[in-house]
């Protein structure tokens, strides 16, 4: 999983790296090229660090865990992960920190935000889950027809499909629920997003960048869904003007469909 990770996030380092290249090329200083005001090779730089940092975290990680004898390899897998989630995610805080005013237009109360999150969520829940359904019927007919089609789960949903150790558990809700939507939303509603957008249609920003953000995600099943999400994510954020709401409709996503794992993993136990 930790290597599909770091796959994961050497070709969105690349795809933003072109996608810089590009927009560093053509005239205009709107704000969504002011918040990309970085050069191409000067992201691929800060992408590579982040990988070799990464990677060095986890071959320390695993020499710790070999010196105690220490045999529970998922636990391991599960901290590094996360460890490598968490430092990517405060990359990205960092880099997004001088571009607040662009990114969170809005300075709302906290309070209000979250009001506002839960009602959008409600809303979002019925279109992710019934594209979900949806594609998943469609692939489920077109393996029937005979047509080679993977249809397994996220790898991370299968992780919470049967028992665990509650340390990894607890490692997994914290990267699934805080980590990953804020790591997420900034990179691509509050990055991409609006870079494309500033320089074109919104539309086709829209839509490329939900293509990039199911695509990462390196499964099929999962694909229509998640771009459906994405889609939801970026009117969310166009209408608050506040990053935050997005990604706390993202992490109360992400916290229901776990309850929803764990709870048919208990029952399928009893």
Not at 221 to 248: N, T
């Amino acid at each position: 999983m930790f290597i599909e990770f770091c796959i994961k996030t050497c070709g969105v380092t690349f795809i933003i790296a072109c996608v810089l290249h590009r927009l560093n090329n053509q005239p205009g200083d709107d704000i969504g090229v002011k918040a990309l005001n970085i050069s191409t090779w000067k992201f691929i730089r800060i992408g590579v660090f982040f990988e070799i940092l990464a990677w060095a975290s986890q071959v320390l990680l695993w020499l710790v865990a070999e010196a105690l004898k220490f045999e529970k390899t998922e636990a391991v897998s599960a901290t590094v992960l996360c460890l490598t989630s968490l430092i990517l995610m405060l990359a990205a805080i960092k880099i997004l920190h001088g571009f607040n005013g662009e990114i969170m237009q809005e300075a709302r109360p906290f309070l209000s935000t979250l009001k506002s999150a839960i009602y959008n969520f409600g809303l979002t829940i019925p279109v992710f889950w019934g594209t979900s359904f949806l594609w998943g019927t469609f692939l489920q007919l077109t393996h029937s027809l005979g047509v080679p089609v993977d249809l397994s789960p996220q790898d991370v949903v299968q992780s919470f499909s049967h028992s665990m150790d509650p340390f990894v558990m607890v490692i997994r809700v914290a990267t699934a629920v805080v980590i990953s939507p804020i790591l997420e939303e900034i990179i691509f509603r509050g990055f991409i997003y609006r870079a494309l957008k500033g320089r074109g249609n919104k539309f086709v920003a829209a839509g490329f960048t939900s293509f990039i953000f199911a695509l990462i995600h390196w499964n099929l099943l999962a694909f229509a869904g998640l771009f459906m999400l994405s889609i939801c994510l970026i009117q969310i954020y166009e209408h608050s003007a506040d990053i935050r709401e997005p990604i706390l409709v993202h992490a109360l996503l992400n916290a229901i469909t776990i309850i929803c794992l764990l709870w048919n993993t208990h029952v399928t136990a009893i």
